[in-house]
T-cell receptor, first 110, second 115 residues
Framework: GENVEQHPSTLSVQEGDSAVIKCTYS??????FPWYKQELGKRPQLIID?????GEKKDQRIAVTLNKTAKHFSLHITETQPEDSAVYFC?????????FGKGTSLLVTP | DAGVIQSPRHEVTEMGQEVTLRCKPI?????LFWYRQTMMRGLELLIY????????DSGMPEDRFSAKMPNASFSTLKIQPSEPRDSAVYFC?????????????FGPGTRLTVT
């Protein structure tokens, strides 16, 4: 399937700081880009998504930006809180399936 | 709706034994996915069903793995014989629609340990 590169693999921030996770891809036909959050021992859950006709989408403290020309999209979390600590996966739709990045382990320290 | 249901939640078995994982998708969803999650390989799609029909099983590691969906509310993933390298968390997910652009809802997963 479509390769998705996700960086960084780990990220540690202090409470209140911002966190940014970036994913790059190569298939220009991709047009749906979701982000999933997985807390320790739990299932992945969709937190935000963006479609190719939109450059940015925001939902409270989280936002996603998409640059189709450069083929990358990013997750931004502002005013981070300890409960934001989790693994975050980017993904993109390739046909009927989702191809996931390898994940970013985010740690927010009080 | 209770969401996607998987059983068992944990399975410990010895190498060579048969393992059967079960999934009940969200009612009304017509797409079902089986994923395997490991630290090394992340989330890998094993097989995709649409309207109970297997559409793509190219992610199934080898012939030891098989999956069925006898009806819209039940699917199984079977490993026979199991090997230690099969140890992973297996997730089932379902979605409404046939494209990858539909939100996938994941079950709680089955943590499989093969000794």
């Amino acid at each position: 399937g479509e390769n998705v590169e996700q960086h960084p693999s780990t990220l540690s921030v202090q409470e209140g700081d911002s966190a940014v996770i970036k994913c790059t891809y190569s298939d220009s036909a991709s047009n749906y880009f979701p982000w999933y959050k997985q807390e320790l021992g739990k299932r992945p859950q969709l937190i935000i998504d963006i479609r190719s006709n939109v450059g940015e989408k925001k939902d409270q403290r989280i936002a996603v930006t998409l640059n189709k020309t450069a083929k990358h999209f990013s997750l931004h979390i502002t005013e981070t809180q300890p409960e934001d600590s989790a693994v975050y996966f980017c993904a993109l739709a390739s046909g009927y399936a989702l191809n996931f990045g390898k994940g970013t382990s985010l740690l927010v320290t009080p | 709706d209770a969401g996607v249901i998987q059983s068992p939640r944990h399975e410990v078995t010895e190498m060579g034994q048969e393992v059967t994982l079960r999934c009940k998708p969200i009612s009304g969803h017509n797409s079902l996915f089986w994923y395997r999650q490991t630290m090394m390989r992340g989330l890998e799609l094993l097989i995709y069903f649409n309207n109970n029909v297997p559409i793509d099983d190219s992610g199934m590691p080898e012939d030891r793995f098989s999956a069925k969906m006898p009806n819209a509310s039940f699917s199984t993933l079977k490993i026979q014989p199991s090997e230690p390298r099969d140890s992973a968390v297996y997730f089932c997910a379902s979605s409404l629609g046939t494209g990858g652009e539909n939100e996938q809802y994941f079950g709680p997963g089955t943590r499989l340990t093969v000794t």
